[in-house]
């Protein structure tokens, strides 16, 4: 290094600034590339960052500067009017914008999606009735870029939720000529994965979810999910799919056509992985539930058998005192009735001696009429058990008197 | 029964379970209920198991390769 002073950094980059603004050259250059980054603030000022793949820039939109088109956004191709500046306070080299517009490249393709869709609606497929996800997978398959970071985003995802998920990762291209392809083959894969017979061969669950996706890109980056053969494919798979490709733009056919849209492939993870510490809490739950429902009912049960026990124990000698009771009831009935009864027997008693003692032969014998009993005590009421000779008694009121029997007479009838 | 999804098997448990907290079942309708909430948990288990296995990383024309392999035999 010869002579001289070194020079002030920040004069340094001022001078280089004025050395670039000064060149015409550097002015109202006419610029190509893709948005990045794109970020307005609060202050009015938009910045981004224009790109492609061998060289990029940081570009700024001062406020009120020039129209932003709608169709501006993350990953759009556009033109760029604009000056060169350099940023001194970050030695940043930057591109001033004084017009921006988007290019309509895709407008052929353009064109055919829009025609896809129309077919797709027209046939029905988008009315299609859409399969909804299991609660949880037993066999899931990722159809995305080998490697790619959306792939190690959803491995990563899916094993923190669901820790040993079983998944098969089918590796394909997703941008480029061959992307359409692929992803095709791909779904193909995973048709076949999910058939009975193939998973009895294998021993394993078949597929029952898929999710195919990618992460972020430009319009044309993702445009093998706008192609009839990944439309097609798709809308015949006889699993739920997933459409994860990480994009805020336009409906994408394969978000429309497939049976669940996610916005992203780690989005698509949360909609299909639920956790699994939360599903064992939820069994775990129900389980104490069910015996908690169930014991309350064999207590409720239980108190009733032991109320019966008691009241069978008790039981019996109830049933006795009751018995000796009505026994006793009984008696005392029996015994007034018996009292009764022999009050009425003594009253007809009473008559009948009566009646017996005025029919008493003493009274007949006062009337003067005699009872006559032979020898051998017996009374004698006819002349026929008399025979001549015989001696009788002859009872008068007051006495016996013998007498010999003389002459018999039977009265004539 | 072999059918019956882990979706449908644990809207079946749900509703036993309401069920029973619901209460005022005989003795032998409760038994009933439970020995199916039983046997429906145990399945649910059973499938949530089945959820386990490897991680198959692929590439396509590997992938490919395996389905007409199996489609061979």
């Known amino acids: 290094m010869d002579g001289g002073e070194p020079v002030a950094i920040g004069e340094f980059v001022q001078s280089l600034r004025n050395r670039l603004r000064s060149d015409e050259r550097n002015r109202n250059c006419l610029v190509r590339g893709e948005i990045r980054q794109w970020k307005a603030y609060p202050s009015g000022h938009t910045y981004f960052s224009l790109r492609d793949d061998n060289g990029q820039i940081s570009a700024v939109i001062w406020k009120g500067r020039c129209r932003i088109p709608s169709e501006i956004e993350e990953g759009q191709e556009v033109i760029v009017l604009g000056n060169v500046d350099v940023y001194a306070g970050r030695g940043q080299l930057q591109l001033i914008v004084e017009r921006i517009e988007p290019i309509r490249k895709i407008g052929a393709l353009e064109q055919e999606r829009q025609k896809l869709l129309a077919t797709l609606q027209m046939e029905g497929v988008l009315d299609r009735e859409k399969k909804t996800l299991p609660l949880f997978p037993k066999h899931l398959a990722l159809i995305t870029g080998k490697d790619s970071a959306a792939l190690a985003d959803m491995l990563r995802l899916s094993e923190t939720r669901w820790p040993g998920l079983r998944r098969t990762v089918i590796g394909v291209t997703v941008q480029g000529e061959r992307a359409v392809e692929e992803i095709t083959r791909g779904l193909a894969v995973a048709r076949h994965l999910s058939r009975k017979e193939y998973a009895e061969q294998t021993g394993m669950p078949p597929v029952d979810v898929v999710i195919v996706g990618r992460g972020g890109g430009s319009p044309e980056d993702l445009w093998a999910f706008n192609l009839e053969p990944v439309a097609r494919a798709l809308s015949t798979m006889p699993i739920p799919v997933i459409s994860a490709v990480g994009h805020e733009s336009d409906l994408l056919v394969s978000d429309v056509v497939?049976?669940?849209?996610?916005?992203?492939?780690?989005?698509?993870?949360?909609?299909?992985?639920?956790?699994?510490?939360?599903?064992?809490?939820?069994?775990?739950?129900?389980?104490?539930?069910?015996?908690?429902?169930?014991?309350?009912?064999?207590?409720?049960?239980?108190?009733?058998?032991?109320?019966?026990?008691?009241?069978?124990?008790?039981?019996?000698?109830?049933?006795?005192?009751?018995?000796?009771?009505?026994?006793?009831?009984?008696?005392?009935?029996?015994?007034?009735?018996?009292?009764?009864?022999?009050?009425?027997?003594?009253?007809?008693?009473?008559?009948?001696?009566?009646?017996?003692?005025?029919?008493?032969?003493?009274?007949?014998?006062?009337?003067?009429?005699?009872?006559?009993?032979?020898?051998?005590?017996?009374?004698?009421?006819?002349?026929?058990?008399?025979?001549?000779?015989?001696?009788?008694?002859?009872?008068?009121?007051?006495?016996?008197?013998?007498?010999?029997?003389?002459?018999?007479?039977?009265?004539?009838? | 029964m072999t059918e019956q999804t882990y979706s449908d098997a644990l809207r079946r448990l749900e509703s036993i379970v309401a069920e029973l907290e619901r209460g005022g079942m005989d003795l032998e309708a409760t038994l009933k209920r439970f020995e199916e909430g039983s046997a429906l948990l145990e399945r649910c288990q059973g499938e949530l198991k089945e959820a386990e296995g490897r991680l198959e990383k692929l590439r396509l024309e590997d992938a490919e390769a395996m389905v007409e392999e199996a489609k061979k035999e």
Do not use: C
């Open chain 1, 258 to 413: 497939a049976d669940i849209r996610a916005s992203t492939p780690s989005h698509a993870i949360e909609l299909a992985v639920p956790i699994l510490d939360d599903v064992l809490s939820l069994m775990v739950d129900i389980e104490d539930r069910l015996h908690r429902g169930s014991i309350r009912r064999f207590g409720e049960e239980n108190l009733r058998l032991q109320q019966l026990q008691l009241r069978l124990r008790l039981a019996p000698s109830k049933g006795l005192d009751n018995a000796v009771r009505h026994l006793e009831r009984l008696g005392n009935d029996l015994n007034g009735f018996v009292q009764s009864t022999i009050q009425a027997n003594k009253q007809r008693l009473a008559m009948l001696e009566g009646t017996l003692l005025a029919a008493h032969p003493q009274r007949v014998l006062e009337r003067g009429y005699l009872m006559t009993t032979n020898e051998k005590g017996e009374v004698v009421a006819k002349v026929t058990d008399l025979t001549a000779g015989e001696t009788v008694s002859l009872h008068f009121a007051d006495g016996t008197a013998d007498a010999n029997i003389d002459n018999i007479q039977q009265r004539e009838e």
